[in-house]
Nanobody, 123 residues
Framework: VQLQASGGGLVQAGDSLRLSCVASGRTFTSYAMGWFRQAPGKEREFVVTSSWSGIETYYADSVKGRFTISRDNAKNTVYLQMNSLEPEDTAVYYC?????????????????WGQGTQVTVSS
């Protein structure tokens, strides 16, 4: 499975960005996806996860109410809409895939990762 993340960039505080992650190759019948991020000098942290159906989602408290995950299974794509961005959101954002239909907030539960896309929010 290959994951290609895109959509990052340099924005100002309060702006919005939409990240995309496309899965290709050997995709599973049903799989959960998630977004994590890693800021310089920090460990990778959980952002949000979505079940295969997209009905069950779980957000980190730091992004709840500002970020929204969605997915188009026909396109093997998951999106992360990020609104009201803050400088603290600056990080490389990674998408991950689990080979089970339910999501997880633990990075060790994900089998495949994309290459990451940089998000930089200036104050």
């Amino acid at each position: 499975v290959q994951l290609q993340a895109s959509g990052g960039g340099l924005v100002q505080a309060g702006d919005s960005l939409r990240l995309s992650c496309v899965a290709s190759g050997r995709t599973f019948t049903s799989y959960a996806m998630g977004w994590f991020r890693q800021a310089p000098g920090k460990e990778r942290e959980f952002v949000v996860t979505s079940s295969w159906s997209g009905i069950e989602t779980y957000y980190a408290d730091s992004v709840k109410g500002r970020f929204t995950i969605s997915r188009d299974n026909a396109k093997n794509t998951v999106y992360l809409q990020m609104n009201s961005l803050e400088p603290e959101d600056t990080a490389v954002y990674y998408c991950g895939v689990r080979n089970v239909p339910y999501g997880s907030s633990s990075s060790t539960d994900y089998s495949y990762w994309g290459q990451g896309t940089q998000v930089t929010v200036s104050s």
